[in-house]
Each structure stands twice: as structure tokens, then as C-alpha cells.
């Protein structure tokens, strides 16, 4: 069956271009994660979505990252004047529904990443 | 070539045998956990999950246990197999914006052995 699909696998930029990492959740799936991976660490929330809106933002770097969702649907990650230390993977993952605090965990399926190489 | 620092904690095992992956939580308020297993070039796959009112929770050849005293959470793999071979995460989760938030941490590699 079709997962989380992350478009592209890979992108290489120059220092200070402006890039946007793609990614198409689960059909259905109405909570939507991006995370930042770098090189032997573990994934770092960035900005998850409810629906349309951002719920929480709180993981956002700075100011020249930004994501979008506007049918609630595929995702956009938008990095401007990329640095080299924005170098990592990065990853989408969508859930049917966010988890509840009180509820049962709405299991999070992540797609396999877009490596961004920043030169 | 990597830096130091950059290594990840190893398990090596032989196939058949049983591992345990540790794994330490900083929020003392966190209440939910979850082990994820990633291979290489792929996304985090949910393994199992526990919840804090629980230490002990057991699915299909593996067991998590959770120590709220001291901040810790084990996976233990039954039987390993060459298939097991990944990073494994523990991420401690809190609740935001109508979800849980994972926190991951940096992760084991698990090397199984033939």
C-alpha cells in the first residue's frame, strides 16, 4: 500500500539558495510531522499539522524555515538562505489523527527522508 | 570520515540470541514512550509503545520495560535476528496541540550476527 512518500530523495544547494522539500502523508491521514535528522543523532520535531493550520510550530529553527499545508493534505517544508548547517535528513510523518493526551496513540508513519546537502 | 563524537552506542549480538537496548529519559513529566527501529535510508518504524502507569509491556518477541525512579526504559529483543540489524530510538513523548510530541534519543545500532 502507499505510504508517506517524500519528494525529492535528495537535494543538493548552494549556501544562501532557497529550497522547498516536498512530502505526501497517508490518504486520510489528517496530523502531519516534519522532523530534522542530523548525522548519528535522532529525529528533532520541527512543526506539526493539524488539518490545514500548524499546531505547533515550537521545533521551527528560525525565521527561514516555514511549512505549509494548504488543502490539508501533501506538505511543504520552505528553508530560504539554506546554511550549511541545515544539512540533514528530513523526515515527514502523518497519523490517521494527532494522539490525544487522554486518548490511545495514533501510531506515526514516516516517510524515508529527503537529504539535503547544503555546499 | 566521521568525526568522533558522531559513533553511535553499538550492540553486537549473535543471531539467536536475546539484546537489550537502554535508553535514558530527561522529562520527568513525560508520559508516554515509544521504541522505534530505523534501517538504513528508511524513516523510524514503530515498534512498541508504553504508557507511564505501566513498567512492563510485552509484544511479539519484544519486551519494554519502563523505571519512572530512575529515568529509564529498556528494549529487550527476543531471539535477534538478522532482520533486527538497525538504529533503535526511544523517544519520550509529551502532549501539545492535540498530540504527542516525540523527543527522540540518540539511538543504538544493533548489529546481529549470523
Known amino acids: 500500500g502507499a505510504g508517506v512518500s517524500q519528494t525529492p530523495s535528495n537535494k543538493v544547494t548552494e549556501k544562501g539558495k532557497y529550497v522547498e522539500l516536498r512530502c505526501d502523508p497517508i490518504?486520510?491521514?489528517?496530523?502531519l510531522y516534519w522532523y530534522r535528522q542530523s548525522l548519528g543523532q535522532g529525529p528533532e520535531f520541527l512543526i506539526y499539522?493539524?488539518?490545514?493550520?500548524?499546531?505547533?510550530d515550537s521545533g521551527l529553527p528560525n525565521d527561514r524555515f516555514f511549512a505549509v499545508r494548504p488543502e490539508g493534505s501533501v506538505s511543504t517544508l520552505k528553508i530560504q538562505r539554506t546554511e550549511r548547517g541545515d544539512s540533514a535528513v528530513y523526515l515527514c510523518?502523518?497519523?490517521?489523527?494527532?494522539?490525544?493526551?487522554?486518548?490511545?496513540?495514533?501510531?506515526?508513519?514516516f516517510g524515508p527522508g529527503t537529504r539535503l546537502t547544503v555546499l | 570520515g566521521e568525526s568522533v563524537g558522531l559513533h553511535l552506542p553499538t550492540l553486537s549480538v549473535q543471531e539467536g540470541d536475546n539484546s537489550i537496548i537502554n535508553c535514558a529519559y530527561s522529562?520527568?513529566?513525560?508520559?508516554?514512550f515509544i521504541w522505534y527501529k530505523q534501517e538504513s535510508g528508511k524513516g523510524p518504524q514503530f515498534i512498541i509503545d508504553?504508557?507511564?502507569?505501566?513498567d512492563k509491556r510485552q509484544g511479539q518477541r519484544v519486551t519494554v520495560l519502563l523505571n519512572k525512579t530512575v529515568k529509564h526504559l529498556s528494549l529487550q529483543i527476543a531471539a535477534t535476528q538478522p532482520g533486527d540489524s538497525a538504529v533503535y530510538f526511544c523517544?519520550?513523548?509529551?502532549?501539545?496541540?492535540?498530540?504527542?510530541?516525540?523527543?527522540f534519543g540518540r539511538g543504538t545500532s544493533l548489529i546481529v550476527h549470523p
Open positions: 510523518a502523518s497519523s490517521l489523527t494527532p494522539m490525544r493526551g487522554e486518548g490511545s496513540y495514533n501510531e506515526q508513519f
Open positions: 490518504s486520510g491521514h489528517t496530523a
Open positions: 499539522f493539524q488539518g490545514t493550520g500548524a499546531a505547533d
Open positions: 522529562n520527568s513529566a513525560s508520559d508516554y
Open positions: 508504553i504508557r507511564s502507569n505501566m
Open positions: 523517544a519520550e513523548n509529551t502532549a501539545s496541540g492535540g498530540s504527542y510530541i516525540p523527543t
